[in-house]
């Protein structure tokens, strides 16, 4: 049974940073393409960043690029968001997700001052 569970959301201030977490398991972590996604009610969930098995690709949402960097760890079974300079419009639900329609329980990111 696959299971993703996020964690490192919080409340942060514009301007700050914080780091996701996604702990896979059920499934061999390293043969998979691994994905964040975000999504604020009302909205389509929107590709934040996404990373090849292996880690050699990563292609990023036009409106984080140069701010977040998506990562893995795959002996530990860990995917990463490193996110920089939030702004406000970042705040949604962070979702950890690998195909095919595998989804964790999401992680909360607000940004305010």
């Known amino acids: 049974q696959v299971k993703l569970v996020e964690s490192g959301g919080g409340l942060v201030q514009p301007g700050g940073s914080l780091r996701l977490s996604c702990v896979g398991s059920?499934?061999?972590?390293?043969?998979?393409?691994m994905s964040w996604y975000r999504q604020v009610p009302g909205k389509e969930r929107e590709l934040v960043a996404i990373?090849?098995?292996?880690?050699?690709?990563?292609r990023y949402g036009d409106s984080v690029k140069g701010r977040f960097t998506i990562s893995r760890d795959d002996p530990k079974n860990t995917l990463y968001l490193q996110m920089n300079n939030l702004k406000f419009e970042d705040t949604a639900v962070y979702y950890c997700?690998?195909?095919?329609?595998?989804w964790g329980q999401g992680t909360q990111v607000t940004v305010s001052s």
């Open positions: 990373i090849t098995n292996g880690g050699g690709a990563t």
């Open positions: 059920g499934f061999t972590f390293a043969d998979y393409v």
């Open positions: 997700y690998r195909a095919t329609n595998n």
